[in-house]
């Protein structure tokens, strides 16, 4: 709150410490000018009335020691508040030697001019309101010494008298006249300094217009940026708290923004930020309010909600912004985004909270699909934060070693031997026992540490195959896992080949499995990397297959040792109902036209294999071999299968 000054309506207003000097020097020359008209004063009240009239000396003396007392508190207090104060108590004191010098009307005369004069000059109320006291003390008291025909010492008191003689109108001609010289020089200086002063002013408020804009507005879109956002929030729920309204708080994230940003430049991507905010702007009605809070994230308030269905309205309408394309520097980009939703006041009073829940929001629809969007609710909240602690904990857990790579046997179809594995990893969690990669996968896919847990199984895998070859089963093949992230980046082609020199094994005896979506989202950059890594000796197996995209063109485009199918699809083998198996069958149709491999995952049946054997599968994984079984298990099922033979 602000505090109310009693003095503020009498002194200028604050102005900002980079524009005092310029306001003191106004007043300086002002003070100059005062004083000036105090030596006139002087002059005319004193030395020429005295001669003229012959009255008494000591008007001329205390003429003189007001003057005198201007001047030396000048070289003190020029400039300062003092000293427009005492500008004017010495100003009205010059009025008592009027009276002493029967030059009554004068005064009164010089009473009006001088509090014009201080007003005009000084555009300064407190030497006035000074004045006018001084000038109310002094009649008060000379009204009284009147009166009581006081004197002090021993003067002779003066009664009022109207009349007055030709001398006086003279002088008071050459008052009036001295007055109009005065006044013009002072309207002259008020002219340039007010001039001056208006540039200031006016500089002043331009500057602070700027400042204020550029504290308030993102620079590049123009959009309000966080601070303002905060401060328009707070009026914005102190409002709906008022009349009892709704508003959504919508957090706004570009998908694959730093995408656009590394491969096609900042210039490209500021201008893709531009046109989002206008269209933005343009599609959201007035009262609703875009922010800009971070490189590209928006918020956006959608005030006085009815219901679910005006926010669905709103966000729908944001989403088609996205779906017509943006022609920046004649390239068109196709931008998407991710939107989560919190509801004021149900989820949260609380405009931080508000906010975060938003963001979990936003996060958690960004998970699923593109252009998607998630409301906020409690459950999630419990998920993020379990999530996080869970992230947090995957960091630990790899430096502890937590983390183990177990094997499910790759077993061949027609007959039955294991001839590899794949390595599957888990999670040894000291307190919470096995955890299954499905629980911390996907999440560590959402951050860079998928990365960290991809390097950790190459190495060990490789380790494996290693220790495989010395135990003399040199012809098993273990594969990994690589997620897409992992297969975004050339140095993954160099990972695979430390790992093969480091551990100086045997290339056919490593393969990875990648899944159609690193084929799909930088199609040319996987063919090449794919293509590099084949060139090591190391074969490429199609993961999941038939779940995805499952187009035709990747499997000829890229270099596929052999595709893994679904276990969905071998689920649909039922006992004794061998219809419905259109899609098994193309999948491993193609695969022989192709001159694919076929493995089969999730077997758990005799009878599933029975089928796949029929139908010329090649390899398959399940349980009904082996579940992923530690490196230690994995061994002993080896040396049982070679003692059989
Ligand atoms: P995936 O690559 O499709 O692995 C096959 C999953 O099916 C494994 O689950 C395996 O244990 C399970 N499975 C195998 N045979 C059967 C069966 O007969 N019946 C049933 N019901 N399930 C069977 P897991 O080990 O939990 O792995 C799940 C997913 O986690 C994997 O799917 C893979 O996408 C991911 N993953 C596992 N290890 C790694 C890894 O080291 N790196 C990366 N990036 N992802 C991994
Ligand atoms: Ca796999
Ligand atoms: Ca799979």
């Given at each position: 709150?602000?505090?109310?000054?009693?003095l503020?309506?009498?002194?200028y207003?604050?102005?900002?410490e980079?524009t005092?000097?310029?306001?003191?020097?106004?007043?300086e020359?002002?003070?100059k000018v005062?004083?000036?008209?105090?030596?006139?004063?002087w002059f005319?009240a004193t030395f020429?009335t005295s001669?003229m009239?012959?009255t008494?000396?000591?008007?001329?003396?205390?003429?003189?020691?007001?003057?005198?007392?201007l001047?030396?508190?000048?070289k003190?207090l020029?400039g300062?508040?003092?000293?427009?104060?005492?500008?004017?108590?010495?100003?009205?004191?010059?009025?008592?030697?009027?009276i002493?010098?029967?030059?009554?009307?004068?005064?009164?005369?010089f009473?009006?001019?001088?509090?014009?004069?201080?007003l005009?000059?000084y555009?300064d109320?407190?030497?006035?309101?000074?004045a006018?006291m001084?000038?109310?003390?002094?009649?008060?008291?000379?009204?009284?010494?009147?009166?009581?025909?006081?004197?002090?010492?021993d003067m002779?008191?003066?009664?009022?008298?109207?009349?007055?003689?030709?001398?006086i109108v003279i002088?008071?001609?050459?008052?009036?006249?001295a007055?109009?010289?005065?006044?013009?020089?002072?309207?002259?200086?008020?002219?340039?300094?007010?001039?001056?002063?208006h540039?200031?002013e006016?500089?002043?408020v331009?500057?602070?217009?700027?400042l204020?804009?550029?504290?308030?507005?993102?620079s590049?879109t123009?959009?309000?940026?966080?601070?303002?956002?905060?401060?328009?929030l707070q009026?914005?729920?102190?409002?709906?708290?008022?009349h009892?309204?709704?508003?959504?708080?919508?957090?706004?994230?570009?998908?694959?923004?730093?995408?656009?940003?590394?491969t096609?430049?900042?210039?490209?991507?500021?201008?893709?930020?531009?046109?989002?905010?206008?269209?933005?702007?343009?599609?959201?009605?007035e009262?609703?309010?875009?922010?800009?809070?971070?490189?590209?994230e928006?918020?956006?308030?959608?005030?006085?909600?009815q219901?679910?269905q005006?926010?669905?309205?709103?966000?729908e309408?944001?989403?088609?912004i996205?779906?017509?394309?943006i022609?920046v520097?004649?390239?068109?980009l196709?931008?998407?985004?991710?939107?989560?939703c919190?509801?004021?006041?149900?989820?949260?009073?609380?405009?931080?909270e508000?906010?975060?829940?938003?963001?979990?929001?936003?996060y958690?629809?960004?998970?699923?699909?593109?252009?998607n969007?998630?409301?906020?609710t409690?459950?999630l909240?419990?998920?993020l934060h379990n999530e996080?602690?869970?992230?947090?904990?995957m960091?630990?857990?790899?430096?502890?070693?937590?983390f183990?790579l177990?094997?499910?046997?790759?077993?061949?179809?027609?007959?039955?031997k294991?001839?590899g594995?794949?390595?599957?990893i888990r999670?040894?969690?000291?307190?919470?026992?096995?955890?299954?990669p499905?629980?911390f996968?996907p999440?560590?896919?959402?951050?860079t540490?998928?990365?960290?847990?991809?390097?950790?199984?190459?190495?060990?895998?490789?380790r494996?195959?290693?220790?495989?070859?010395?135990?003399?089963f040199?012809?098993?093949?273990i594969s990994?896992?690589i997620?897409?992230?992992?297969?975004?980046?050339t140095?993954?082609?160099y990972?695979?080949?430390?790992?093969?020199?480091?551990?100086?094994?045997?290339?056919?005896?490593l393969?990875i499995?990648v899944?159609?979506?690193?084929?799909?989202?930088?199609?040319?950059?996987?063919?090449?990397?794919?293509h590099?890594?084949?060139?090591?000796?190391i074969?490429i197996y199609?993961?999941?297959?038939?779940t995805g995209?499952?187009?035709?063109?990747?499997l000829?485009?890229?270099?596929?040792?052999?595709i893994?199918?679904d276990k969905?699809?071998v689920?649909?083998?039922?006992?004794?109902?061998?219809?419905?198996?259109?899609?098994?069958n193309?999948?491993l149709?193609?695969?022989?036209s192709?001159?694919?491999?076929?493995?089969a995952?999730?077997?758990e049946?005799?009878?599933?294999?029975?089928?796949?054997?029929?139908k010329k599968?090649?390899?398959?994984?399940?349980?009904?071999k082996?579940?992923a079984?530690?490196?230690?298990?994995?061994?002993?099922?080896l040396?049982?299968?070679?003692?059989?033979?």
């Amino acid at each position: 709150m602000k505090t109310f000054n009693f003095l503020e309506p009498f002194s200028y207003k604050q102005v900002p410490e980079f524009t005092r000097d310029n306001f003191r020097h106004y007043f300086e020359n002002s003070d100059k000018v005062m004083i000036m008209l105090a030596m006139i004063q002087w002059f005319i009240a004193t030395f020429v009335t005295s001669m003229m009239y012959n009255t008494y000396i000591y008007g001329f003396v205390s003429g003189g020691v007001l003057t005198l007392s201007l001047l030396i508190a000048y070289k003190y207090l020029a400039g300062t508040p003092s000293m427009r104060a005492l500008v004017a108590i010495v100003m009205m004191l010059f009025s008592l030697i009027y009276i002493q010098q029967h030059l009554g009307r004068i005064e009164m005369h010089f009473h009006i001019f001088i509090a014009m004069a201080i007003l005009s000059l000084y555009k300064d109320t407190l030497p006035i309101i000074v004045a006018a006291m001084t000038t109310i003390a002094h009649h008060l008291i000379f009204n009284y010494l009147q009166y009581y025909e006081v004197s002090l010492f021993d003067m002779p008191v003066m009664i009022f008298n109207y009349g007055c003689g030709l001398d006086i109108v003279i002088l008071h001609a050459i008052f009036v006249i001295a007055e109009m010289f005065v006044l013009a020089y002072m309207v002259q200086l008020q002219v340039e300094h007010s001039i001056e002063l208006h540039k200031t002013e006016r500089e002043v408020v331009g500057l602070n217009e700027k400042l204020l804009y550029s504290s308030m507005y993102d620079s590049l879109t123009g959009l309000a940026n966080r601070q303002n956002l905060y401060d328009k929030l707070q009026y914005i729920t102190a409002n709906s708290k008022r009349h009892k309204n709704k508003f959504a708080l919508l957090f706004l994230d570009l998908n694959n923004f730093k995408n656009i940003n590394d491969t096609l430049g900042h210039d490209i991507g500021d201008a893709l930020l531009k046109v989002i905010a206008n269209r933005l702007k343009s599609t959201l009605r007035e009262n609703d309010l875009v922010a800009r809070i971070g490189g590209d994230e928006f918020i956006i308030i959608l005030s006085d909600i009815q219901n679910e269905q005006s926010i669905l309205e709103g966000i729908e309408k944001i989403l088609d912004i996205f779906k017509k394309e943006i022609i920046v520097k004649s390239k068109i980009l196709k931008s998407s985004t991710s939107i989560g939703c919190a509801l004021y006041p149900d989820d949260s009073k609380d405009i931080h909270e508000l906010m975060k829940y938003a963001d979990m929001a936003m996060y958690s629809a960004k998970a699923h699909e593109t252009n998607n969007f998630k409301f906020f609710t409690k459950s999630l909240d419990d998920a993020l934060h379990n999530e996080v602690n869970l992230l947090e904990d995957m960091h630990r857990a790899l430096d502890e070693g937590e983390f183990k790579l177990y094997y499910q046997a790759k077993v061949d179809v027609s007959t039955q031997k294991i001839v590899g594995a794949e390595a599957l990893i888990r999670w040894e969690h000291k307190i919470k026992g096995l955890i299954f990669p499905n629980t911390f996968i996907p999440l560590a896919e959402r951050s860079t540490f998928i990365l960290n847990i991809g390097k950790f199984v190459l190495c060990e895998g490789a380790r494996f195959i290693k220790k495989l070859e010395l135990l003399g089963f040199d012809a098993i093949n273990i594969s990994v896992n690589i997620s897409t992230l992992q297969a975004k980046d050339t140095e993954l082609y160099y990972h695979l080949k430390h790992a093969l020199q480091i551990n100086d094994i045997q290339a056919k005896n490593l393969s990875i499995e990648v899944t159609e979506s690193v084929m799909v989202e930088n199609s040319l950059f996987a063919s090449d990397l794919l293509h590099k890594v084949r060139e090591l000796g190391i074969s490429i197996y199609l993961d999941d297959f038939g779940t995805g995209y499952s187009s035709l063109q990747y499997l000829q485009k890229f270099p596929i040792d052999a595709i893994k199918i679904d276990k969905s699809f071998v689920d649909e083998i039922i006992k004794g109902n061998e219809k419905n198996l259109i899609l098994l069958n193309t999948i491993l149709l193609m695969g022989e036209s192709l001159g694919l491999k076929t493995i089969a995952e999730g077997v758990e049946e005799e009878y599933q294999l029975e089928y796949l054997q029929k139908k010329k599968c090649d390899f398959y994984q399940g349980y009904l071999k082996s579940k992923a079984i530690p490196e230690a298990a994995f061994i002993e099922l080896l040396k049982q299968q070679a003692e059989e033979v």
